[in-house]
């Protein structure tokens, strides 16, 4: 079965202040993608990163980097310089590969939401 | 490039009322998702389409839920009849072809069911 795990209910940082969100996941398939986005308060859930599980090189976007594990089944992520439009919910999903474990569907983990404070 | 296009954005309804809800992927996306999501939790898959094929709609309620992908584009997903744990949001997403690229939603229909 599939599943992830996103532990933090609820952070709150004050601006500039760096945060890393975290996401464990569990699955049996050998080829599967793990996805994070980003729901501001208008709802609309924002696609942020993909990666597939057999790239573990840690990824840089601006203020934002992810740390993909597999030893620890993880896929935290960071944002560096933390800002007050970065407060919305964030959400870790995993997906499987359809063409060998014919899991096809996104699950996505419940969400942390962040307060960046001015 | 317009977003995946969802409508209404909200709606209010008496229990025991039908109620639909439209989406418009994103041109030439092959896979269509509606998902379920309830206040505080993540989104919850209902059914997917690849085209116009209902692959996976094994958390449809199908009692009270259906859902249909005419020609493989435009998408409705129907409630008949609602009952007050309906209320949620509900969101439609697209992605180029299978779950394993990017999903990209729209904003969602926030129904409450009174």
């Known amino acids: 079965a599939q599943k992830v795990t996103q532990a933090q209910t609820e952070i709150s940082v004050v601006e500039k202040e760096d945060v890393t969100l975290d996401c464990v996941y569990e699955?049996?398939?050998?080829?599967?993608?793990l996805f994070w986005y980003k729901q501001p308060p208008s709802g609309e859930l924002v696609f942020l990163i993909r990666?597939?599980?057999?790239?573990?090189q840690n990824e840089i976007s601006g203020r934002y980097s992810w740390n993909f594990q597999k030893s620890t089944s993880s896929f935290n992520f960071t944002i560096t310089a933390s800002q007050v439009v970065d407060s919305a919910v964030y959400f870790c999903?995993?997906?499987?590969?359809?063409?060998?474990?014919?899991?096809?569907?996104?699950?996505f983990g419940t969400g942390t939401r962040l307060k960046v404070l001015a | 490039e317009a977003g995946v296009v969802q409508s209404p954005r909200y709606k209010i309804i008496e229990k025991k009322q039908p109620v639909a809800f439209w989406c418009n992927p994103i041109s030439g996306h092959n896979t269509l998702y509606w998902y379920l999501q309830n206040l505080g939790q993540g989104p919850e898959l209902l059914i997917r389409?690849?085209?116009?094929?209902?692959?996976?709609d094994s958390q449809l309620p199908k009692d009270r839920f259906s859902a249909e992908r005419l020609k493989g584009v435009d998408s409705t997903l129907k409630i008949q009849p609602a009952e007050l744990g309906d209320s949620a949001v509900y969101l439609c997403?697209?992605?180029?072809?299978?779950?394993?690229?990017?999903?990209?939603f729209g904003q969602g229909t926030r129904l409450t069911v009174v």
């Open positions: 997403a697209s992605s180029l072809r299978s779950s394993s690229t990017e999903a990209f």
């Open positions: 699955t049996r398939d050998t080829t599967y993608y």
């Open positions: 389409y690849e085209n116009e094929e209902a692959v996976d």
């Open positions: 990666r597939n599980s057999f790239d573990e």
């Open positions: 999903a995993l997906s499987g590969d359809p063409f060998t474990s014919g899991t096809y569907k996104y699950i």
